[in-house]
Nanobody, 125 residues
Framework: QVQLVESGGGSVQAGGSLRLSCGVSGLTDGNYCMAWFRQVPGKEREGVAAFYSGSRVYADSVKERFTVSQDNTDNTLYLQMHSLRPEDTAMYYC????????????????????WGQGTQVTVLS
């Protein structure tokens, strides 16, 4: 069973930085798509960044500010966030899925079937 555990959230002033981590365990043989999503109460979950085998895709709202990466030694997924804005305030989730015929780098929720519990990011104005 794949397990994802996020950490690194917190409160930061606008313009500041945070780095989120997603510990990954339970991966079986195969290639896995990875992604970060975020959600605010009353809104749909939004894809932020997707990662697969060194390739990356970002939502327009975070391009040039956020960077997704993965440690090949233990599969930990990271999201480095710079120039944070109050509108970045949300619960951030790590997501994963076994790579299928359509490939990876999707930013929509239905493409992933493993989810972490989330870590809260609050950006103060």
């Amino acid at each position: 069973q794949v397990q994802l555990v996020e950490s690194g959230g917190g409160s930061v002033q606008a313009g500041g930085s945070l780095r989120l981590s997603c510990g990954v365990s339970g991966l079986t043989d195969g290639n896995y798509c990875m992604a970060w999503f975020r959600q605010v109460p009353g809104k749909e979950r939004e894809g932020v960044a997707a990662f697969y085998s060194g390739s990356r895709v970002y939502a327009d709202s975070v391009k040039e500010r956020f960077t997704v990466s993965q440690d090949n030694t233990d599969n930990t997924l990271y999201l480095q966030m710079h120039s944070l804005r109050p509108e970045d305030t949300a619960m951030y989730y790590c997501a994963s899925a076994l790579r299928g015929a359509r490939g990876c780098l999707d930013l929509y929720e239905a493409a992933y079937n493993y989810w972490g519990q989330g870590t809260q990011v609050t950006v103060l104005s």
